[in-house]
């Protein structure tokens, strides 16, 4: 028992030194890919795969690392001094708590599975190489945010996620749809990277510390330095633990596309359909939610706890406000969207509204849960998207699909189980669990009960406009043009497909994905049934393994939640009812004809299809602002600085002209003149020499006499 | 006037005589004349002094003047080599002609 005991201590200091191996490996793998000059793709892929794969394996061994111990919860840090900054040594490190195990095998697997079907999906691209580089440096920046123990690694691979997030929106750059939308995204996440910097800044004032945690309990989120900072007060009356928690969310809004910040999420749907279900599904989004996770001992510091075990706290009022208003506002945007991957984009920054108000609700466990269910469900929805697209000839509009049903079987299947996931479908499927488990903590949250309500009517909208799309994409009759028009139209909208069109030339209707494609997607479809298990209100492991303590299953507790399970079933069924009914029932004929919706209610429809005019509210006020600061500043540089700068060198001009006339007139004419006036001298001088005797001795004699006259009479004066 | 006025009157006018011809005449061997009246004067000067002065039995004045003739002879053979080396150059003994210093 006893060696059992120390060889199991032996090996979580194992996994825990080598746990930088695990976004060191997709690095490595990016490296390697940008310096081959020949594209090599079995290489790239099976590179970028196999790192994916030994992380995930790694994650595993984490994962059963923090299993073994036994009270409190299981964290243990491994940190090494790095730097020395003004004085004091930098450390740099990693923490490993069932958090950071959590996140990391939910980043890997999912990964991975996109991978492989990227895979599948790029293979007629001509940049495969540098699509997997990017992929590969986009999973090891995302890996170390979630291993980060230290702020300012923590910030250096966050802004790898937000650079590599670019890089892949923009993947076909030459495109200027998707050049602008890579704009986009990383202006306003860098607006809320401005809040995140300003409030690691101040936090690393106040603690003295950029460690999270550290082994003798110093670390900026331990309880000694947060009680330390309790006491200090802001403008305005603020605490200071509350400033930092609001100026850390700013930069969890911007990332994970929280009202007002996020503009660019659907806009970010120009990139490839993997990168959409990767970053824009699973993973760098969820960074926002797990940033909040991360920080939340600060978040909630000073509020005593509820019942329920979430405290309540004015930065987490703060986040459960924004999300709660997040999922109303965007779900009611996906009812009236046209485009299969806009409407999935809106449906993403609805679930992370949800999951925003599950953490300032009831705490960690209960967002951290819906994200690991909408990782895998929406990274479903987006493949089977991206399968559906591919089948369609790159054809986005589901106005132009329909019928797909007899075509695509397995797509089909797993895509329904996705929606029926994301929906909240009752008792099967892990989205119905999770998205639970945060309307019952919000129905419990004291503040107020506006969050709940506000939550319902985001579920009512989420099971409609998912039945919607299913309906019109898979229902009905085929309203695509899978002829010679099409061709033309997807020729003119993805030139970089225009080989792999070419190829299907022979193919007139919509076709099944190969297997590579397929896989990964029944993968996910089983996890996303299977995750339900996990969070249940009888058995809530999840949340048991998040607080360390051990879980029992106790069937009594559904006694407590059966009246809001019925509730929110009541809901989903109402919403995919409506769904049915208006778009299963009454299909459309023709791509052309106007939505039900719309017809019935044009002003309202058009409303919401234009996104509530953010967009172009945002166009009028900030960008106009912005573009008036940049000509402002271009007339500072060109009058004002270049005008400084002008004045010097016309000065410097007149000085050398000056330097010039002087050296022209006064020294080279007074040099020449001295010398002529010497030479004539020297000739006057040389007429003296007559060449004859006589005179020298004439003067000789005259010479004498003077001397005698001097000599004699000079001398007495 | 005694006698050591007369002879230095006489030394004088024997001086500004040579000084005069070595001045004013043009043929070369005419100014060696007037250098060595010159001399002369400069002689006659010395044994007057010598005579009228205050040890007239020492012999000193005497040597003196000897060292000064050999020296006038000595000097008189320099000059009229010169003289014969002007003339195989420039083909004239006039001095007037012979000007290649002239600045």
């Known amino acids: 028992m006893r060696l059992g005991g120390l060889a199991l201590k032996k090996k979580m200091n194992w996994i825990v030194q080598y746990l930088w191996l695990i976004p060191a490996l997709?690095?490595?793998?990016?490296?390697?890919?940008?310096?081959?000059?020949?594209?090599?793709?079995?290489?790239?892929?099976?590179?970028?795969?196999?790192?994916?794969?030994?992380?995930?394996?790694?994650?595993?061994?984490?994962?059963?690392?923090?299993?073994?111990?036994?009270?409190?919860?299981?964290?243990?840090?491994?940190?090494?001094?790095?730097?020395?900054?003004?004085?004091?040594?930098?450390?740099?490190?990693?923490?490993?708590?069932?958090?950071?195990?959590?996140?990391?095998m939910m980043v890997t697997f999912v990964?991975?599975?996109?991978?492989?079907?990227?895979?599948?999906?790029?293979?007629?691209?001509?940049?495969?190489?540098?699509?997997?580089?990017?992929?590969?440096?986009?999973?090891?920046?995302?890996?170390?945010?979630?291993?980060?123990?230290?702020?300012?690694?923590?910030?250096?691979?966050?802004?790898?996620?937000?650079?590599?997030?670019?890089?892949?929106?923009?993947?076909?750059?030459?495109?200027?749809?998707?050049?602008?939308?890579?704009?986009?995204?990383?202006?306003?996440?860098?607006?809320?990277?401005?809040?995140?910097?300003?409030?690691?800044?101040?936090?690393?004032a106040q603690t003295g510390t950029l460690n999270?945690?550290?082994?003798?309990?110093?670390?900026?989120?331990?309880?000694?330095?947060?009680?330390?900072?309790?006491?200090?007060?802001?403008?305005?009356?603020?605490?200071?633990?509350?400033?930092?928690?609001?100026?850390?969310?700013?930069?969890?809004?911007?990332?994970?596309?929280?009202v007002p910040l996020h503009v660019w999420l659907p806009d970010a749907m120009e990139g490839p359909t993997p990168v959409s279900a990767l970053i824009h599904a699973a993973t760098m989004v969820a960074a926002g939610v797990f940033l909040v996770a991360r920080v939340y001992p600060l978040m909630s510091f000073g509020a005593p706890l509820t019942e329920h075990g979430a405290s309540v706290t004015t930065a987490l009022t703060v986040v459960t406000w924004v999300g709660a208003i997040t999922a109303i506002f965007s779900a009611s945007i996906a009812v009236a969207q046209n485009d299969i991957k806009r409407i999935l984009a809106y449906s993403t920054v609805s679930q992370l509204g949800y999951m925003m108000m599950g953490l300032g609700v009831g705490g960690?466990?209960?967002?951290?849960?819906?994200?690991?269910?909408?990782?895998?469900?929406?990274?479903l929805l987006f493949l089977g998207s991206g399968s559906v697209i591919h089948g369609c000839h790159e054809e986005q509009d589901v106005r132009k699909m329909g019928g797909l049903r007899?075509?695509?079987?397995?797509?089909?299947?797993?895509?329904?189980?996705?929606?029926?996931?994301?929906?909240?479908?009752?008792?099967f499927f892990s989205g119905f669990w999770s998205k639970d488990e945060i309307l019952h903590h919000a129905h419990k949250w004291p503040v107020s009960q506006i969050p709940f309500y506000l939550g319902c009517a985001g579920a009512l909208f989420t099971a409609f406009y998912m039945t919607r799309q299913v309906a019109l994409v898979f229902y009905g009759k085929y309203r695509g043009h899978a002829d010679e028009s099409s061709h033309d139209q997807s020729h003119s909208s993805h030139s970089s497909h225009s080989s792999h069109?070419?190829?299907?030339?022979?193919?007139?209707?919509?076709?099944?994905?190969?297997?590579?494609?397929?896989?990964?997607?029944?993968?996910?479809?089983?996890?996303?049934?299977?995750?339900?298990?996990?969070?249940?209100?009888?058995?809530?492991?999840?949340?048991?393994?998040?607080?360390?303590?051990?879980?029992?299953?106790?069937?009594?507790?559904?006694?407590?939640?059966?009246?809001?399970?019925?509730?929110?079933?009541?809901?989903?069924?109402?919403?995919?009812?409506?769904?049915?009914?208006?778009?299963?029932?009454?299909q459309r004929q023709t791509a052309e004809e106007k939505d039900v919706l719309e017809a019935a209610q044009p002003v309202v429809f058009r409303i919401l299809q234009n996104k509530y005019y953010i967009d172009e509210l945002y166009e009028l006020t900030v960008i106009r602002f912005n573009a008036f600061a940049a000509s402002f500043c271009d007339f500072l540089d060109t009058w004002i600085f270049g005008g400084a700068v002008l004045l010097v060198s016309y000065a410097t001009l007149g000085l050398a002209w000056l330097y010039r006339l002087t050296d022209e007139y006064f020294v080279n004419l007074g040099f020449d003149t001295g010398c002529e006036a010497l030479r004539e001298s020297g000739g006057l001088s040389s007429k003296l020499h007559s060449g004859r005797v006589q005179t020298y001795l004439r003067v000789i004699g005259v010479a004498l006499v003077l001397l005698i006259l001097f000599l004699i009479w000079g001398r007495k004066a | 006037m005694t006698t050591l006025q007369i002879?230095?009157?006489?030394?004088?006018?024997?001086?500004?005589?040579?000084?005069?011809?070595?001045?004013?005449?043009?043929?070369?061997?005419?100014?060696?004349?007037?250098?060595?009246?010159?001399?002369?004067?400069?002689?006659?000067?010395?044994?007057?002094?010598?005579?009228?002065?205050?040890?007239?039995?020492?012999?000193?004045?005497?040597?003196?003047?000897?060292?000064?003739?050999?020296?006038?002879?000595?000097?008189?053979?320099?000059?009229?080599?010169?003289?014969?080396?002007?003339?195989?150059?420039?083909?004239?003994?006039?001095?007037?002609?012979?000007?290649?210093?002239?600045?």
């Open chain 1, 26 to 104: 997709p690095l490595v793998a990016a490296g390697i890919i940008a310096v081959n000059k020949q594209p090599q793709r079995k290489l790239a892929a099976s590179l970028a795969i196999g790192s994916m794969a030994v992380g995930f394996l790694l994650s595993l061994c984490a994962f059963a690392a923090t299993l073994h111990h036994g009270e409190g919860v299981f964290r243990e840090v491994y940190s090494f001094p790095w730097i020395k900054f003004g004085g004091q040594w930098m450390d740099i490190g990693w923490v490993l708590d069932p958090l950071t195990a959590v996140m990391l």
């Open chain 1, 111 to 204: 990964g991975m599975l996109i991978f492989i079907f990227s895979v599948g999906y790029m293979a007629h691209d001509q940049n495969f190489m540098r699509f997997f580089c990017f992929l590969a440096l986009f999973a090891s920046g995302m890996l170390g945010v979630i291993i980060a123990n230290n702020l300012f690694l923590f910030f250096v691979s966050w802004e790898i996620v937000g650079l590599t997030s670019y890089l892949l929106i923009g993947f076909w750059y030459h495109k200027p749809s998707a050049a602008a939308a890579a704009k986009k995204a990383f202006i306003t996440t860098r607006i809320g990277d401005l809040g995140l910097l300003l409030g690691m800044v101040w936090l690393y």
């Open chain 1, 212 to 258: 999270l945690y550290t082994a003798d309990h110093t670390g900026c989120l331990e309880a000694s330095a947060l009680s330390q900072m309790a006491t200090h007060v802001t403008i305005g009356g603020l605490g200071v633990t509350t400033a930092i928690g609001l100026l850390i969310f700013l930069g969890a809004v911007g990332k994970s596309g929280q």
């Open chain 1, 364 to 379: 960690v466990a209960v967002g951290m849960f819906h994200l690991i269910t909408h990782a895998f469900f929406k990274a």
């Open chain 1, 406 to 427: 007899k075509y695509m079987p397995v797509t089909f299947a797993v895509y329904g189980i996705g929606m029926l996931a994301l929906s909240g479908f009752p008792l």
């Open chain 1, 501 to 586: 069109v070419a190829a299907e030339d022979g193919h007139d209707t919509p076709h099944e994905s190969p297997a590579v494609m397929t896989v990964p997607l029944i993968i996910l479809a089983v996890f996303a049934i299977l995750l339900s298990v996990l969070g249940t209100p009888a058995w809530p492991w999840f949340e048991g393994y998040l607080k360390g303590e051990a879980t029992i299953l106790d069937w009594s507790r559904f006694g407590d939640t059966w009246v809001l399970m019925l509730v929110s079933s009541v809901i989903v069924l109402t919403g995919i009812t409506l769904g049915v009914f208006l778009y299963g029932k009454r």
């Open chain 2, 7 to 103: 002879c230095l009157l006489t030394s004088a006018l024997l001086f500004a005589t040579g000084f005069a011809g070595a001045v004013t005449r043009r043929h070369a061997i005419l100014v060696l004349i007037g250098i060595e009246l010159m001399l002369n004067a400069a002689n006659l000067n010395l044994i007057a002094f010598w005579r009228f002065g205050p040890h007239p039995e020492l012999l000193t004045g005497f040597i003196f003047v000897l060292f000064s003739m050999a020296l006038a002879a000595a000097e008189a053979a320099v000059g009229l080599a010169l003289v014969i080396a002007i003339y195989r150059h420039k083909k004239t003994s006039n001095l007037d002609e012979v000007r290649d210093l002239k600045g």
